[in-house]
């Protein structure tokens, strides 16, 4: 009887094993890149975002408390400054400043409340009194411009460091 010699074939050549590490290697690596590259993407979105909510909350409330107000005390009229001090409607003064890059509101003897959060600094606010000096009449309402700028808080990364400024005027209603 013939006995044939069946010669199987199963295994991998050296050759074809290296051909697919390295084809599963170059695919890791990119999808690692992508992952990496939306992730680091994500976080400038989100710092992006939390400076401009913070600073849109902020004018959003400066401005309504202008609108309410009775007075504008300081600063006075054609001048500028650091806070801005409002007589309302109401017996007590209200006070807005920025602390250690936070802007508070104060009203009367109550304790600060803060509008902005603390992964955000308010750097360069102002508030400018729009109104002339020589026409103030009884019936001239002041206007109050806002500026700031915000920038985000992160002292261990350079790479997300972001900065905005913004702009306002308000009239007292």
């Given at each position: ?24 290697g170059i695919l890791a690596v990119g999808l690692v890149s992508f992952g990496l590259s939306i992730s680091f ?133």
């Amino acid at each position: 009887m013939f006995l044939k010699k069946i010669k199987l074939n199963t295994g991998f050549t050296l050759v074809e094993i290296s051909t697919y590490i390295t084809i599963f290697g170059i695919l890791a690596v990119g999808l690692v890149s992508f992952g990496l590259s939306i992730s680091f993407l994500n976080k400038k979105i989100y710092v992006a975002q939390e400076v401009q909510t913070n600073a849109q909350i902020a004018l959003n409330l400066i401005s309504q408390k202008i609108s309410s107000a009775s007075s504008t005390i300081t600063p006075l009229p054609n001048l500028a400054s650091t806070s801005l001090i409002l007589g309302m409607n109401i017996d007590q003064d209200l006070i807005i400043t920025a602390s250690s890059g936070i802007i508070t509101l104060t009203s009367g003897t109550s304790s600060p409340v803060n509008i902005t959060s603390q992964k955000v600094s308010v750097t360069n606010l102002i508030f400018s009194n729009l109104s002339a000096s020589s026409t103030r009449a009884s019936s001239t309402k002041d206007s109050v411009k806002i500026e700031m700028t915000v920038e985000y808080r992160d002292a261990y990364s350079k790479e997300y460091e972001y900065s905005e400024s913004f702009q306002t005027a308000v009239g007292i209603k």
